[in-house]
């Protein structure tokens, strides 16, 4: 598995990543188990959030390492805070409050990155910096980032945050492309001219910032998942036909149409089965080429000018 650096921190990690959003349902031996499957897959990236099975997952996944027996600094840990109760809370006390906690419950000393997970209107930069600066003089954070923000959003951050900014976490599908479909559409007047993801993957690019792309099959907002899915005939044949010419699964080829983008997004899946994380890894085995790029994104129903 390629390994990036992430954004402008000393990190190396796996292009893929496992988001452990999805294993407060799990039993701690099948967590074992899709953990094993990554590592053997060179997968060495781990995301989570306070908020996922309201710290079950987080929980779940320390007993899951001890048993395995993972040395911590064999691993790269991210978490994230700043949802709270259903509204948004980048406060000092909040932020400092919560990575307590999700140190608590991952049973560890240390997070090599903590995001803020979604954008907080009552943002103040300086008092997110004074919470960073106890975090990372204290030892329990070494990298930040952000989660779903616009381009602006994270300017108006890094303006009075003294930490780089290393990585912004969005959703990013082949049925979720709103960060590059205004790309081909400026100034026109249909649909996917509207302003939605624009100016986020230029941002990164130009910030040497690295995406995390969440959700990589599923269409919409947790609506459905497009593989083998009746409603994307077209998408799924075209899917169909790469896999074969690659000799890698319909999986494989969605998390490479996002690893063929020159920003260098790291993917993100969410996967609780070993198989599926076997499956999905050879992603990074192949490269897509440029106009079988351009083939995917079309048959996923989007136009271009
Ligand atoms: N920052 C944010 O706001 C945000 C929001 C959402 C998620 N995330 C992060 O992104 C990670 C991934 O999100 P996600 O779990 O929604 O992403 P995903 O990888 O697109 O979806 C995984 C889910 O789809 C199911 N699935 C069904 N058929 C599948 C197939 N053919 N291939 C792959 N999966 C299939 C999986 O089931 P099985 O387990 O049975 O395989 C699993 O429940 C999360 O764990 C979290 O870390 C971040």
Redesign the pocket.
Known sequence: MKKIKLGTSNLMVSEIG?????MADKTVDEAKAVIKASLQNGINFF???DI?GKGKSEEIFAQAIKELGIKREDIIIQS?CGIDNGTFNFSKDHILKAVDGILERLNTDYLDVL?L??PDALVEPNEVNDAFRILHASGKVRWFGV??QSAYQMELLQSGVDYPLIAN???F?LKHTNLIDHGFNVNMNHESGIYRGAGIIEYARLNHQTLQA?????SGY?ES?F??NDEFIELNMCLEKMAKKYDVS??AIAVAWILRHPAQIQV??????PS?INK?AKAGTFKLSHNEWYELYKAAGNKLP
């Open positions: 496992l988001g452990c959003m999805r995301d989570h959030a996922y994230k995001l997970h979604r989660s779903n976490q969005v959703q599908s969440w959700s990589p099959f599923y947790f998942i593989i083998d319909k999986e993100l899946v969410g996967s609780m089965t599926r999905i």
